[in-house]
């Protein structure tokens, strides 16, 4: 199972709601060009995945990570429980956070990712 979340429009109430920046592709791109073509990536990207897992996914996430060498904190439940320099992901997708008492890896269904407080991330590009 995929689940993906675009925002193709988002207005202020939700804006305000989600509370982070968020990016709203309204009036940008044609919403269902848009799909199409992650339908199309999705259907060449899947068999890969398939194959090897996350692993066929890492080098290329690591090049892209915005977070890469950034403070960050990790959420969870709105308490920090991590807070260190994002140092990219796994093989298996787990992040790799440098803290001050090492190195760790960070796997969770439910985290949120941020910037820190002293160095926040804007994550829309």
């Keep these: 199972m995929i689940g993906i979340g675009i925002n193709l429009s ?70 920090v429980r991590h807070e260190g320099i994002a140092a990219g992901v796994d093989d298996v997708g787990r992040l790799k956070l440098n803290t001050p008492q090492g190195a760790i890896v960070v796997m969770s269904g439910d985290v949120s990712l941020r910037g820190s407080a002293h160095d926040p991330v804007d994550p829309v590009c």
């Design 10 to 79: 988002l207005n202020e109430d939700l804006a305000g709601r989600i509370g982070f920046p968020a990016a709203s592709l309204e009036g940008q791109v044609d919403g269902n060009l848009a799909m199409a073509r992650l339908a199309d990536a999705l259907y060449d990207a899947l068999p890969a995945f398939e194959a090897s897992g996350f692993s066929a996914f890492a080098e290329r996430w690591n090049r892209l990570d915005v977070y890469a060498g950034k403070p960050v904190r990790i959420l969870d439940g709105g308490t």
